[in-house]
């Protein structure tokens, strides 16, 4: 045993080969590799001690192990640790990769705040300190007609910060079908709990009425909370009462807040093109209702926020909470929401040209002709065939809502959709994700760009080439 450690390579041995000098840049310090080195060493010597018989007994091969292990290991430290993913699902709002994708305004809007000074907080029309909110209130009044508005870190931030500063120690009634769960970590229940407020539940599950609020207010809520059930729908035997119903209560009690956590935020009708029926932003505050509340990355297609909008007597106390700093975006979330409200304010054709809204709205024509383009670079080595199918919105949002779309649908010339598909994922960049299903492996160019897929075409082509070299 003893003797097979004798073979493992000194460190100073390891140095002195070329393939470790070549790892040696001003990024990676000689100091960092050898700290490396004795480590990869620690951990080999460790698999020798469990495993003695998989390694050949041989200096040679435990030198070409730690250096390929080095290797490794440099390349995954200098390569940036949030990785370019192409996403082939056709999912628009895939929350595990990042939500939205920003337009060219707003990529353009952040670098300039970020390698910039800007007016974040100076007045230029006076020389004095000015006010983060002010930048991006106008913009969202004129996108949603609300009388006033601010914006914190998401829309969890805003639902937390609309509670705990208008509803802490005050009872709130939620109808029982919508104390939703959406993605994973955000209850309406547990984040009502954290603020403070408590909780009173109304009606059924499937059923609230009026007189089910209106009997809550008559025990002394003081806010009413409506939840959009973003991610989910209740069908069949059901009733709900829409907020503009529940301002009617408001003459029982003047004081009373009518508030409504929209989720989604969407400011373009999808419902005119005939998808979903998702409620806008300018619907939902209706009159008699104070505050909304959405998010900037889901449907609305801009950075993650959380945007709230509503009274100007509701919104003054939540800027001047103590949570509102704690909560507060930076110059970059406020250029980029700036830059997609912009767009909101323009035409239609504009608004189409935000990543989001184009995707959904994107005819199946339009994937189809992505898709055509793509399959005709490929020989017949590799099986593709177009077949209909659907993609879904994502990010928890229109759950109901299928979109048809074309599929590419492939097998690769050695037939292995497993290793092909890992091998999309983790070797190379950019990495692709596509949608896996018992036949094989398919892609969705509903969300594919047309730069992306040269760069999907020329990894396919890749992927030929080593198996070419394999083969020969
Ligand atoms: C998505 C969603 C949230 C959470 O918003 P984030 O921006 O992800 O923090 C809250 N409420 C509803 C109804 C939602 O759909």
């Known amino acids: 045993m003893s003797e097979i450690f004798k073979l493992l390579p000194p460190v100073h041995d390891l140095q002195a080969h070329s393939r470790f000098k070549a790892l040696q840049t001003g990024d990676v310090t000689s100091a960092r590799l050898t700290e490396w080195t004795r480590a990869e060493l620690e951990s080999l010597r460790q698999q020798v001690r469990e495993h003695p018989n998989t390694f050949k007994k041989d200096r040679a091969h435990f030198t070409d192990v730690i250096l390929t292990k080095l290797e490794e290991r440099v390349a995954a430290w200098l390569s940036p640790h949030i990785h ?18 920003l337009s060219e305004s707003a990529v353009h809007a952040v670098t300039k705040a970020a390698k910039h000074y800007t007016d974040l907080e100076y007045d230029i029309e006076t020389g004095e300190r000015g006010s983060r909110h002010q930048i991006i209130e106008e913009r969202v009044k004129e996108v949603t007609g609300a ?4 914006v914190v870190n998401n829309n969890a931030a805003a639902v937390y910060l609309v509670l705990k500063a208008l509803a802490q120690d005050k009872a709130v009634a939620v109808s029982r079908g919508e104390l939703v769960e959406i993605g994973g970590s955000f209850r309406v229940s547990s984040i009502m709990e954290e ?20 009997q809550a207010v008559e025990n002394g809520a003081q806010m009413i909370m409506k939840v959009h059930t973003s991610n989910f729908v209740i069908s069949g035997f059901t009733a709900t009462v829409d907020s503009q119903e529940l301002a009617s209560l408001k003459e029982q009690d003047e004081g009373l807040i009518i508030y409504e ?6 400011l373009f009708d999808f419902s005119d093109e005939g998808i979903g029926k998702e409620p806008t932003v300018p619907d939902a505050l209706a009159p008699g209702v104070d505050l909304v509340t959405f998010s900037g990355d889901k449907l609305l297609g801009g950075p993650q926020a959380g945007i709230i909008a509503g009274k100007k007597k509701w919104i003054d106390q939540l800027k001047k909470h103590q949570l509102a700093r704690v909560l507060r975006v ?8 700036d830059a997609t409200l912009k767009m909101y304010a323009g035409s239609k054709e504009l608004i189409e040209q935000l990543p989001v809204v184009r995707d959904v709205v994107a005819s199946v024509e339009d994937i189809e002709r992505k898709a ?11 099986k593709m065939e177009l077949l209909d199918g659907f993609s879904q919105v994502g990010g928890g949002t229109m759950p109901e809502v299928s979109l048809p779309t074309k599929l590419v649908q492939v097998i690769p010339p050695d037939q292995k959709i497993e290793k092909f ?10 990495c692709i994700i596509t949608r896996r299903n018992e036949e094989g492996l398919s892609l969705d160019f509903r969300t594919v760009t047309v730069e992306e897929i040269e760069e999907i075409i020329l990894r396919f082509q890749t992927y030929e080439n080593e198996l070419r070299h394999q083969a020969e």
Do not use: C, Q
């Open 84 to 101: 370019k993913v192409i996403n082939a699902t056709g999912t628009v709002l895939h929350t595990n990769l990042g939500r939205a994708r």
């Open 147 to 150: 009388e006033a508005a601010m």
């Open 195 to 214: 603020s403070g407020a408590s909780l009173v539940e109304v009606g059924t599950t499937n059923k609230t009425h009026l007189y089910d609020y209106k």
């Open 261 to 266: 956590d929209l989720g989604s935020g969407v």
């Open 330 to 337: 930076d110059k970059m979330t406020l250029a980029a929401l």
């Open 372 to 382: 055509a383009y793509f399959m005709k670079h490929f020989s017949t080595k590799w």
């Open 421 to 430: 598909s890992t091998w999309l994922r983790k070797k190379g960049e950019p």
